[in-house]
């Protein structure tokens, strides 16, 4: 009681934020006042970085978390630019990001282009990998990949 309590989160805190939501239902049910206070996110850098590249048709956008691919298995559209959220690349979840990988290439050309920003690390940049050279980099424990929360998948043009 009587004490201020900041929650800061990537992204816009309600866009698959079940945490968020978690905290806003029991600060409501013990009478605690939530004020979200808006700023510049990491989905609004992405699509900006990539409207700088030239990508310009955003009337629509998905954005998944990468999980809701390979476990729940949502259909891939590739006339619509999508945004991943990304687990953190590691030995343990080597399977899971290789399953990513199948299902990009299964959806769009050899030789598409994704983006993956970050940071976990401090490039504020969108960093191109060709969806032909993804499997490689992943293998090799890619320690740019290994820093990035977002990929940005272009619709194909």
């Known amino acids: 009681p009587g004490k201020i309590v900041g929650f800061i989160t990537r992204g816009h805190p309600f866009v698959a934020g079940p945490l968020a939501k978690l905290l806003n239902r029991k600060a409501d049910k013990n009478g ?47 006339q619509i630019p999508m945004i991943l959220t990304l687990p953190v690349i590691s030995k ?13 290439k299964k959806a769009y050309p050899k030789k598409h282009d994704v983006y993956f920003y970050g ?6 940049e969108l960093e191109r990998v060709p969806l032909s050279e993804l499997h490689q980099r992943l293998d090799a424990m890619d320690d740019h990949l290994a820093a990035a929360i977002l990929m940005f998948v272009p619709a194909v043009s």
Not at 119 to 124: A, D, H, I, L, Q
């Open 119 to 124: 940071p976990r690390y401090e490039v504020r």
């Open 92 to 104: 343990e979840r080597l399977e899971e990001n290789k399953q990513l990988v199948q299902l990009l």
């Open 32 to 78: 605690i006042e939530v004020q979200c206070i808006d700023s510049i996110s990491s989905f609004d850098s992405i699509i900006s970085l990539a409207s700088k590249l030239g990508f310009t048709d955003w009337d629509a956008v998905h954005y998944y978390t990468s999980e809701v691919l390979t476990d729940d298995g949502a259909p891939l559209i590739n």
